[in-house]
Structures are given as structure tokens and as C-alpha cells.
């Protein structure tokens, strides 16, 4: 059975930064790309980052650009999320998606549990 | 950025019911467009990916078509268990970009 378990979240203050993880199992995790995905409360959702199997490729929405960084240890068969200068628009539960593809984002499964992330003073 | 419009953004119906939500994108995505649930506390879920195809294990009353700009995801025989909020997503270009929802209510 695929499994994605995430860690990490938290209530932040602004300009603080934190690494959410995502710990799978069930499948080859070097040959699927990696997403992350979040949703605000009570919002929709909004795409935040991919990264390839191999962690060569990473790509990130505008919003996230330059102050989240996406990675993975394909030894340890797990995603991270640094995120960096955080601000109150960052609120948001956070998921991790397993990708069909291995290079860039299609389509998204399974999700991990998600975390929520709370950025205030 | 490619645009997703869905309508309605929500929606009352009874059980038994055809159920049908609108994808617009704002150009052509080809048939890059998959669908999610999402039920309540919950992290989404795919039903169906490439406009059409049902990802496995998914019931056969949920069904998509489309391509190009204008999709239809429908569910045929509403049940109780369908209430969740649905979301289109396109992956033709980056930023992948979802649609705002579509909250399903059973009346």
C-alpha cells in the first residue's frame, strides 16, 4: 500500500521558517516525482511545488518562489519542504502528493494526511 | 497563468440524482485535466485523471469528458457518501493551477 506521512507544522511567526517532511513507503520512491500542495482555511487548493525522482528538477509557483526550497533523500525515501521568511499568507494545511509522472507534475495520488502551518504573531 | 473556472460553485441535490460540474480553462489544455474530491477534514482524492479515464477503485457513477477548453465531471445516482467538494486541476502548464471548488450538498 502506498503511504505518504507528513510531519513538521506549526504555529510560526512571521519571517520564521520551518521544514514540514514526508515519509512514504509502498513504492519506488526515486521513480515518481513529488508534490506539494496547500490550502489555506476554508479556501481552495493552490499547487506550491514539484520536485523530479531523481531531485534534479524542482520546480515552485510564484508565491513560494525563493523562500521555499523542495528536496528529497531518495534513501530515505522521503520529501522535505524548507520554508523560509514566512508570512501570514503561508497559513495553510499542507499536503504531500505522490506524482504518476517522474519528471514533472500530472496528476496527484495518492496525498499525505497534511499539516497545518500557522504563521502570526 | 492557465485559469480554471468550475460551476457551480455549489450545488444541492437529492440522492439519486445526475450531478453534473463545469470545468473552464481559459486555453487549450488538451485533455490535461483531472478531478478530486475532497470530503471535509480530509485530503483529496483522485477520481479521475486525463479528462476521462476513472482511477481504480473509484465507483463507475463518477465520469468525466471533455477536451480542449470545456469539461463535465459527472456523478450518476448521487449517493449520500458523495457529499465533498470537487476540484478540477490542469496540468498542461505550469503553475498547475486548480479550480475554486465545487461544493456538493445533499438536500
Known amino acids: 500500500e502506498v503511504q505518504l506521512v507528513q510531519s513538521g507544522g506549526g504555529l510560526l511567526p512571521p519571517g520564521g521558517s520551518l521544514r514540514l517532511s514526508c515519509a512514504t513507503s509502498g513504492f519506488t520512491f526515486s521513480s515518481y516525482a513529488i508534490n506539494w500542495v496547500r490550502q489555506a482555511p476554508g479556501k481552495g487548493l493552490e499547487w506550491v511545488s514539484t520536485i523530479s525522482g531523481s531531485g534534479d528538477t524542482t520546480y515552485y509557483a510564484d508565491s513560494v518562489k525563493g523562500r521555499f526550497t523542495i528536496s528529497r533523500d531518495n534513501s530515505k525515501n522521503t520529501l522535505y519542504l524548507q520554508m523560509n521568511s514566512l508570512r501570514a499568507e503561508d497559513t495553510a494545511v499542507y499536503y504531500c502528493?505522490?506524482?504518476?509522472?517522474?519528471?514533472?507534475?500530472?496528476?496527484?495520488?495518492?496525498w499525505g494526511q497534511g499539516t497545518l502551518v500557522t504563521v502570526s504573531s | 497563468d492557465i485559469q480554471m473556472t468550475q460551476s457551480p460553485s455549489s450545488l444541492s441535490a437529492s440522492v439519486g440524482d445526475r450531478v453534473t460540474i463545469t470545468c473552464q480553462a481559459s486555453q487549450d489544455i488538451s485533455n490535461y485535466l483531472n478531478w478530486y474530491q475532497q470530503k471535509p477534514g480530509k485530503a483529496p482524492k483522485l477520481l479521475i485523471y486525463d479528462a476521462s479515464n476513472l482511477e481504480t477503485g473509484v465507483p463507475s457513477r463518477f465520469s468525466g469528458s471533455g477536451s480542449g477548453t470545456d469539461f463535465t465531471f459527472t456523478i450518476n445516482s448521487l449517493q449520500p457518501e458523495d457529499i465533498a467538494t470537487y476540484y478540477c486541476?490542469?496540468?498542461?502548464?505550469?503553475?498547475?493551477?486548480f479550480g475554486q471548488g465545487t461544493r456538493l450538498e445533499i438536500k
Open positions: 486541476q490542469q496540468y498542461d502548464h505550469l503553475p498547475i493551477t
Open positions: 502528493a505522490k506524482d504518476t509522472n517522474i519528471l514533472v507534475a500530472s496528476w496527484f495520488d495518492p
